[in-house]
């Protein structure tokens, strides 16, 4: 892992979660507490904390083995656990706050979770079901007792959605499949679920009723970045004002208008970034807040892109860059958004205020590679180390970092940036090309019509590929020391991260006539480097 201090660390998590103890969900929580004392503030160790339980979070480890843990335990863990890591943020005044951010977004706060158990026990006996084996419910409440996990969330809903469509099984299994549950998963619980859910019409409303309520109790000890959960959580410490954005962001979430939401969410972030500080509880439940919130920008800005933003895209762009600088600030991101505020001034017409737009944009996007290439750094290394001797999936392994970037502000102002870019080109007549990676050298030209094609292949010589189609998660074969496309491919792209990672030219070429060239090149040898204008 290059830094000694550390290694111990890591025979520890790895000696724990891959012998064949005793183990479930709340002793590695309890380890997590543990270990924090070594780690302390250490970036790379809170780093190293965030990798180990994301790969927990997507279901890569074991959740529980050969041990039964009650609801109660689990939450306490859970609730000691994240006060702990609210407390290192008030400590932590370096890069350290990230990663411990990060940590919260893999684990719920806690919560009460005597009351899961109560709970499911009260909806039996108020709807007369029977607590008699061989049916989905009874099979679920001796899962619920003996070890609850985030898995229920996704089971209440699923049994919430095939009682509303009227005992739709396929309804029931496609929200479990959406939420990364299989039958197979369902069958192999150490308290198997074997059974189809029931559907009995006379009891269809209040049984409907009763489990949303359920869900709540569910998600505030399993979803601790659940809007709805986290707003309801913090709502003691909101002034009005903080009640009234609330309010209104809760009852507008579903709304179309991307602008407006985006704005309620930033006014409150802004005020969020004042308040974290002082006790432990206080800063838990607002951090939740506010990793809810950040990730709620990222859904509204993504179900927004088929709509037609186009007079919109600077006042986004301006909102989520923001929203990003309160995530992760540094010096060069600030100056883009001072920078952009000054050509969100401007009349928004001609190619004066293009060429001005797009300057502030190309030193934005070298800013965000820059950060995502910070996670990639940081994360990747880590990911690859403890996913193989976890023997993780391989894809979760590849993708870690790009995973975890998808789920950060980063990415939903790469998309914006994608979006407002072909707009500026046309209005300021700009040249043909659009470099996503600095790189530069000589190569035999090999022409493609899509980048998959190649995966795989190792080449025998230095080449250039040109691929009409680059999907994004492509890898670069071995000897390429260029890829030219007139696809639009994302910064935060795989192949986008990892051409910046190893210094390969990697651009985006807009002039039809120049590709058809380049083409004809096939079997040549290529020259290519990076001139001063990009």
Known sequence: MGHPELAVIVDEIIEKEMSRNSWTLMHRFNLCYDLLDKVRNNMEGLALMFVWLRFSAIRQIDWQRNYNTQPRE????????????????TKEESGGREYIRLILTTMGRGGEGQRIRDEVLNIMHRLHIKEVSGHFMEEWHQKLHNNTTPDDVVICEAYIGFLKSNGNLDIFYKILEAGGITKERLENFERPIISHPDFVPSIKDPLIHDLEHFLGILKAVHSGTDLGT???????????EMHGLMD???????????????????EARRR??????????????????????????RVVVERSLHLHLS?????????????????????????????????RRMTRSGKEWALQSRAVLDRLTRALG????????????????????FHADSWTISLFSEEVVRGKPVFALSMLLRQIDPILRREAHLGSWQVISQGKGTGQVEVVSDLRSVQGKS???PTVIIADKVAGEEEIPK????????????????????ARNANILFATCYDPDIIVRLKSLSEHLLSLSVNTAG
């Open 459 to 461: 080449f025998a010589r």
């Open 74 to 89: 689990l939450s306490h863990a859970e609730d000691r656990l994240t006060l702990k890591l609210a407390d290192c943020y």
């Open 248 to 266: 209104f962001i809760w009852m507008h979430h579903d709304d179309a208008d991307a602008c407006i939401l985006i704005e309620k969410i930033t």
């Open 311 to 343: 007079t919109q895209l600077v006042e986004l762009i301006a909102m989520v860059l923001e929203n990003l600088i309160i995530t992760k600030g540094n010096d060069e991101l600030t100056y883009c958004l001072h920078q952009w505020e000054h050509v």
């Open 272 to 297: 969020l970034k004042t308040q974290l500080q002082g006790n432990s509880n206080v800063v838990r439940d607002l951090l939740f807040l506010d990793l809810a919130l950040e990730n709620f920008l």
């Open 479 to 498: 000897e390429v020391i260029a890829v030219i496309t007139p696809d639009l491919t994302d910064i935060v792209s795989h192949i986008a991260i990892r």
């Open 230 to 240: 986290a707003i309801y959580a913090a709502r003691y410490l909101f002034d009005p």
């Open 370 to 389: 820059a950060v995502i290439d910070h996670y990639y750094q940081v994360l990747q290394p880590k990911a690859e180390f403890l996913g193989g001797a």
